[in-house]
């Protein structure tokens, strides 16, 4: 005898509870009962087919998985675009130098020229506390500030070429991809080393009710899988204010601020 089902695999990260989310894999198909788990593991690999064929004309064929490719479910997860080309930076007095730049495994370089790479600047982005973002009295400049593990602020701004394929949002938006997953890498990494009041969080979900705690990990996990709307609330258990994940920044300068802080400890060997 045959029936007609409708297939809904649940997807939910190791770790702990996530916000629940599935996705239905289609309308209602004709299938023999026994078969089902058999059909459920072929459409979930269509759909990673899918997702991956989709990630590729996102980013194109050279991408990477970024600084310290964490083991087990992660290998797994969305790889980082790598972006090269052509800018201008400015100086201290005003005017624009001609740069190349360079966005890969959690670092942003500034090259002279494209061939000289001995005289290039890079920010490692597990160093700092990164902001980026556009001017807005400008339609092709964008800026990186950050403040440095002596507690330095500094900032760096670039002009876009008009020629350039990507354009200062685009820069804009690969390099908090880089940063949030640094942060990730860094809060797997030091997870058993992690003071607990910075690896304990709670959330309110759509349903109003309070979840947790969760690590770190956990946090920043689900929130680059897409879990977290931009207004959820967050906290540390140490606190007692709720205030909106946003674009999880505090998640991410809580990780790199565990970092520097066991880097001094360990006498600059983390």
Not at 7 to 33: F, R, T
Not at 35 to 57: F, G, S
Not at 123 to 149: C, L, P, Q
């Amino acid at each position: 005898h045959y029936t007609q089902v409708q297939v809904i695999i649940e997807q939910e990260p190791e770790g702990g509870v996530a916000p629940g989310q599935c996705v239905d894999l289609g309308q209602g198909v004709q299938i023999d009962p026994t078969q089902l788990l058999e059909l459920q593991a072929q459409l979930q690999q269509q759909v990673q087919q899918m997702q991956e064929e989709q990630r590729l004309k996102q980013f194109g064929q050279e991408t990477v998985m970024g600084f310290g490719a964490p083991a087990g479910n992660w290998e797994e997860m969305e790889p980082l675009p790598v972006m090269r080309a052509f800018a201008k930076k400015k100086n201290k007095f005003g005017r624009f130098d001609e740069r190349w730049l360079l966005l890969q495994n959690g670092i942003f370089y500034y090259f002279h020229t494209p061939s000289d790479k001995t005289a290039a600047l890079g920010m490692k982005m597990w160093d700092h506390i990164i902001r980026a973002g556009v001017k807005e009295k400008s339609k092709d400049v964008f800026f990186i500030k950050y403040n440095t593990m002596l507690g330095e602020e500094r900032e760096v701004v670039f002009k876009v070429d008009k020629n350039s394929p990507y354009t200062r949002e685009m820069w804009v938006a690969a390099i908090y991809k880089h940063y949030h997953r640094v942060a990730l890498n860094i809060a797997h990494k030091h997870h058993h080393e992690m003071p607990p009041h910075f690896n304990g969080w709670l959330y309110i979900d759509q349903m109003g009710k309070t979840q947790g705690p969760y690590s770190l990990s956990d946090m920043l996990l689900w929130y680059d899988q897409g879990y977290f709307p931009p207004a959820t609330a967050i906290r540390r258990v140490d606190s007692k204010l709720f205030e909106p994940i946003g674009n999880a920044n505090h998640l991410r300068d809580t990780a790199i601020k565990v970092r520097m802080a066991l880097q001094v400890q360990n006498g600059g060997k983390k």
